[in-house]
């Protein structure tokens, strides 16, 4: 084995973190093996650090999954690039949020990869009553990808709102992705600077915002007028 990411110090904060873990929680990692038709920099990187994580805890597992051969799979899923992550509680009442990461959850955003598996097995979110209220108004999938680097220290609390508002709601599918490991994205998105929250595609929204402003935002996808005005302006912006 490669020599470890986690040294003995980060490892004792992991399992100190995960000594109250409530309810079994599976990492489904889809990736490529060497040689695929696929290249991806980091699936090797991601697969040994979440194998590091997991061994740190008995109520975790590591499930994986090749991105191409396993294709219905991540489809099921909903993985449309690697390396990816779903966080899925398991246990009697097995639940797959919908929370998401695309690209190695390194740097900061390793504490985002111990605090969702934190929230999943314990099944709660700690959202206020008014974001429920709205949450319980959506209709319609919702999808929420936040652009992340792993040096920016503001990007987690971004990326866990996200996460949050996916356990809350079964509408919602929330993402971290590594803006450096898929340039392509970045690039569609005009990601100048991280967080970067995309909501539906059109709704934007720059910095870690409050609770209250992301959930004013992300219901405009309930009006079709504001949906459409932002198509436009998002539009003209691309071109």
Same mark, same amino acid.
């Given at each position: 084995?490669?020599?470890?990411?986690?040294? !003995?110090?980060?490892?004792?904060?992991?399992?100190?973190?995960?000594?109250?873990?409530? %309810?079994?929680?599976?990492?489904?990692?889809? &990736?490529?093996?060497?040689? @695929?038709?696929?290249?991806?920099?980091?699936?090797?990187?991601?697969?040994?650090?979440?194998?590091?994580?997991?061994?740190?805890?008995?109520?975790? &597992?590591?499930?994986?999954?090749?991105?191409?051969?396993? !294709?219905?799979?991540?489809?099921?899923?909903?993985?449309?690039?690697?390396?990816? #992550?779903?966080?899925?509680?398991?246990?009697?009442?097995?639940?797959?949020?919908?929370?998401?990461?695309? @690209?190695?959850?390194? @740097?900061?955003?390793?504490?985002?990869?111990?605090?969702?598996? /934190?929230?999943? +097995?314990?099944?709660?979110?700690?959202?206020?009553?008014? &974001?429920?209220?709205? =949450?319980?108004?959506?209709?319609?999938?919702?999808?929420?990808?936040?652009?992340?680097?792993? %040096?920016?220290?503001?990007?987690?609390?971004?990326?866990?709102?996200?996460?949050?508002?996916? *356990?809350? +709601?079964?509408?919602?599918? $929330?993402?971290?992705?590594? $803006? &450096?490991?898929?340039?392509? =994205?970045?690039?569609?998105?005009?990601?100048?600077?991280?967080? /970067?929250?995309?909501?539906?595609? #059109?709704?934007?929204?720059? @910095?870690? #915002?409050?609770?209250?402003?992301?959930?004013?935002?992300?219901?405009?996808?309930?009006?079709?007028?504001?949906?459409?005005? =932002?198509? %436009?302006?998002? $539009?003209? *912006? $691309?071109?």
């Amino acid at each position: 084995m490669n020599n470890a990411i986690l040294n !003995k110090e980060i490892q004792d904060q992991v399992r100190d973190a995960f000594a109250d873990l409530a %309810t079994p929680v599976k990492l489904v990692l889809f &990736t490529q093996g060497e040689g @695929g038709a696929l290249e991806c920099a980091m699936c090797a990187e991601t697969r040994q650090l979440l194998d590091e994580v997991a061994a740190l805890s008995d109520k975790l &597992t590591v499930e994986v999954r090749d991105f191409v051969q396993d !294709k219905e799979v991540a489809e099921t899923y909903g993985i449309d690039k690697i390396p990816a #992550v779903a966080v899925v509680r398991e246990g009697d009442e097995p639940q797959d949020y919908g929370v998401r990461l695309y @690209g190695i959850p390194s @740097g900061y955003e390793f504490g985002t990869l111990i605090e969702d598996i /934190r929230m999943v +097995s314990s099944g709660e979110h700690g959202l206020t009553d008014k &974001t429920l209220q709205e =949450l319980a108004k959506l209709s319609a999938p919702v999808n929420i990808q936040v652009f992340v680097t792993p %040096t920016c220290p503001y990007c987690p609390r971004a990326v866990l709102l996200a996460h949050k508002l996916a *356990m809350a +709601s079964a509408y919602v599918t $929330a993402s971290m992705v590594e $803006a &450096t490991e898929f340039p392509h =994205l970045s690039n569609r998105y005009q990601v100048y600077g991280v967080p /970067r929250t995309v909501i539906n595609e #059109v709704i934007h929204v720059e @910095g870690a #915002v409050p609770e209250s402003m992301l959930i004013t935002k992300l219901m405009n996808v309930n009006d079709p007028q504001a949906m459409a005005t =932002l198509e %436009t302006q998002w $539009a003209r *912006m $691309a071109n």
